[in-house]
């Protein structure tokens, strides 16, 4: 020990030099005093997890002879899981990493109007702290995750910020070599950069606005797994940390987080039964669907085309929209008669990886990002009088379009790199797609008519900026103009 005392060293970790002459220090002190053990109190069971709370117990026989600061009297307790029931690994008994913490601000995957998206938040948190991680989704050109419950059952799919197809820590190598390629053609010139998540979670909240229903419910969270794609000195970091922390207690107390960082994503519910829109859409051409089901998915295919128009989805192929089809079955109820129950058909649409949305221009630059579904037969097809009676009364009310930016404003304004001005940019491109919208719905256009319309952009009178409540008074004017520009290599 006196070797140890006699030598400095300093340790750089996560910007706080520990010096080991200090940590023997500490040693000699833990030496001189007898803790017991931790004792819980309660156990509270809630969708299968356990929640504990400690109480730490001083020690009795002898006392410090040196003084104690409110860091060196504070006792980290360590943490404690129940056995997962109904788990396809069996029965096992976890063994958690000393110190382990999550480090979520427990505030921010909250979200109170919406309790069964929280349970599902949390059922995806339990998983991971025993050890079910998230697992990569494979295709696509982002980093984005497979999020598993307790059974390992896929519940979600989270999409990390920093992993998106121009994020810095993207695991694909596609977009890099995209770049190194074609730099002419890498990008999206008229979206914000890096804010797909934003924009997953933003096709929700229209989604839900206009009670289209085809987006499933998406929204921000951050989570932590060591699936996730981190950079190599976090999970350095994490590692000393953990070093430190299990050969000096008292000094891994101090720091401010032991594992890896948390990451900030959407999330998005996972959706079972459907497939490709492609495989479908095939199927169908030599296999035409029912009259009356024929009749359903029109009236879902609108709710898509609504909903990309709306967005400006720069990103919408056959290959990321789903259907849902459940063909009709006939069961018999009795040998002896000819009764039998039909199961009525079912058809469905998910419009999901909305990332690529929410442009602050009209694409103006090398390509146009079309969408695909416009060269469909059902695009053909004059909108529905159903849809214009859900539709048209809420974007023709100019406060259900002022309370739909409020809440966009509300999700766009918690990343760091938020700009007011370009989210009105973003908004002024919106208000536009809605205004074309509206003329096409009283004017019984289709939607391959609509796509065809001037691009429009209806922007706040120069000197007004803002969107919330407090704004209002001074905010109500707008203009409008036509965006004449287009881009290189048009598709009409």
């Known amino acids: 020990m006196s070797s140890v005392n006699n030598t400095r060293t300093e340790l750089l970790v996560d910007v706080e030099l520990v010096s080991v002459e200090a940590i023997s220090t500490t040693l000699v002190e833990n030496s001189s005093t007898e803790e017991q053990p931790l004792h819980q109190n309660n156990r509270n069971h809630s969708n299968g997890a356990v929640v504990k709370s400690y109480q730490s117990t001083a020690a009795t026989n002898k006392t410090r002879t040196t003084s104690s600061t ?288 929410f442009p602050f221009k009209h694409p103006d630059s090398w390509r146009a990002y079309p969408f695909h579904w416009a060269w469909l037969p059902y695009a053909k097809t004059p909108f529905s009088t159903e849809i214009k009676e859900l539709i048209l009364p809420l974007i023709s009310d100019m406060n259900v379009v002022q309370d739909l930016c409020d809440e966009l404003y509300a999700i766009f304004k918690e990343d760091k790199g938020f700009d007011r001005h370009m989210f009105e940019r973003q908004m002024g491109v919106m208000r536009g797609q809605l205004l074309n919208l509206s003329q096409a719905l009283k004017d019984g256009k289709s939607p391959v008519q609509l796509v065809q319309m001037p691009p429009v952009i209806v922007e706040r009178s120069k000197g007004h900026v803002g969107t919330t409540a407090a704004f209002r008074n001074f905010s109500d004017t707008f203009t409008q103009r036509f965006q004449y520009k287009g881009p290189v290599f048009s598709w009409w």
């Open 70 to 357: 409110s860091d060196d009297s504070a006792l980290l307790p360590d943490v404690g899981y129940s056995t997962i029931q109904n788990s396809t690994r069996g029965v096992q008994e976890y063994q958690p990493l000393l110190n382990s913490r999550m480090d979520i601000d427990m505030t921010f995957n909250y979200f109170p109007d919406d309790p069964q998206f929280n349970d599902i938040i949390r059922a995806a948190e339990l998983a991971i702290e025993h050890g079910i991680y998230p697992e990569r989704i494979y295709q696509g050109s982002s980093g984005s995750y497979f999020v598993k419950d307790a059974e390992e059952k896929i519940i979600g799919v989270f999409k990390p910020k920093d992993e998106e197809p121009y994020g810095r820590l993207n695991p694909k190598w596609t977009k890099w070599l995209h770049s190194l390629c074609c730099p002419c053609l890498f990008g999206r010139s008229c979206l914000v950069p890096n804010q797909g998540y934003l924009s997953e979670a933003g096709a929700s909240i229209v989604d839900q606005k206009l009670g289209l229903n085809v987006v499933p419910r998406t929204k921000v969270v951050m989570l932590v797994s060591e699936t996730f794609n981190y950079s190599r000195i976090d999970r350095e970091k994490s590692h000393v940390k953990k070093l430190v922390s299990d050969h000096f207690p008292s000094v891994g107390r101090r720091f401010h987080r032991i594992g890896l960082p948390p990451k900030v994503g959407s999330f998005q519910l996972f959706v079972e039964g459907y497939k490709d829109a492609d495989y479908w859409l095939r199927r169908w051409e030599s296999d035409p669907l029912p009259e009356t089901i024929k009749k359903s998915f029109q009236f879902q295919f609108e709710k898509l085309v609504i909903l990309d128009f709306i967005i400006r989805n720069t990103d919408r192929g056959n290959d990321n929209w789903l259907i849902k089809y459940e063909k009709p079955e006939v069961k018999t109820t009795n040998e002896e008669d000819d009764w039998s129950i039909v199961k009525l058909p079912e058809v469905k649409i998910a419009a999901i990886d909305n990332g690529l949305a």
